[in-house]
């Protein structure tokens, strides 16, 4: 009896470190950190091209590094940077706020690349690629709506963009994974953010698009499980009385639900 519950022990030991060993996170899941085989770099690496205006950077606990870098108007805009090795991941915030369709571009072939999904989900793979040819790749993406990003993993290294980079990837094929669901800018747009509450008191304000995004990652944010209860909003030319400033306070349970109407200072 003693021998076969030893046998019986040992065998459950090997099945879960063998499970574990083998697990390998997939488009969608959260990823706080890199795997091993896996370098991450961060979305405000000098390596990465942003082009178009209206870029900006939210700040938030729930991203790598404490922050992410988006856009939401809908010019056209672009995403550049080589790399080195074998595979890439694209670390991004995930929900129902994001377009739902950008054309990535790898080693000149086109690959489907959402970020939208109604679940959202903070550090989540939202593109991988892998058994790419060894050497040096170039990554495009071109958006006109809204898309962060947070982070990259790679096998190699990052690199500035070249377009003169020779090296070639494979088509898609249907097993390529893809997810279906700085300081400001001179121009960035703005919005008018309604708050109702769940007594049904609306509160309306007058915000900056970078304004609106720190709100919608801290509700976000806090609808996963992290987070303040409360969050501040400056109340801008609504500053009536000798004060030199005043913020509202919102409650996060007491939020039922809120509408962001997007405007061109323009």
Do not use: C
Not at 65 to 94: A, P, W
Not at 189 to 198: F, Q, S
Not at 245 to 255: A, G, H, T
């Amino acid at each position: 009896m003693i021998k076969l519950s030893t046998l019986f022990l040992l065998s459950l030991i090997l099945l879960f470190g063998f499970n574990q060993g083998v697990y390998a996170a997939t488009v969608g899941d959260s990823l706080t950190s890199p795997e091993e085989g896996w370098n991450r770099y961060d979305d405000t690496d000098s390596h990465i091209q942003y082009e178009g205006n209206g870029w900006f950077t939210s700040t938030n606990g729930t991203f790598y590094n404490g922050s992410e870098t988006l856009t939401n108007d809908n010019n056209e805009k672009f995403i550049k940077f080589n790399f080195t090795g074998t595979k890439i991941r694209l670390i991004t915030t995930v929900s129902i706020w994001k377009t739902q369709n950008y054309t990535l571009t790898l080693d000149g072939v086109e690959y489907p690349y959402t970020q939208y999904n109604k679940k959202s989900a903070f550090q989540a793979i939202s593109f991988e690629k892998t058994g790419l040819p060894q050497g040096e790749h170039t990554l495009i993406i071109k958006t006109n709506g809204a898309i962060g990003m947070d982070a990259f993993d790679i096998d190699g290294v990052l690199k500035t963009y070249n377009p003169d980079t020779k090296n070639t990837s494979p088509a898609p094929d249907p097993g390529t994974e893809t997810n279906p669901d700085q300081d400001t800018p001179k121009d960035i747009g703005r919005a008018i953010l309604v708050i109702t509450m769940d007594t049904g008191l609306e509160k309306e304000f007058d915000l900056s698009m970078k304004e609106v995004n720190d709100f919608i990652a801290w509700y976000e944010a806090k609808q996963a499980g992290s987070g303040t209860a409360s969050y501040a909003i400056n109340k801008h030319k609504n500053n009536i009385g000798p004060f030199s400033s005043r913020n509202y306070y919102v409650i996060f349970n007491k939020i039922l639900t809120f509408e962001v109407s997007e405007y061109s200072t323009k």
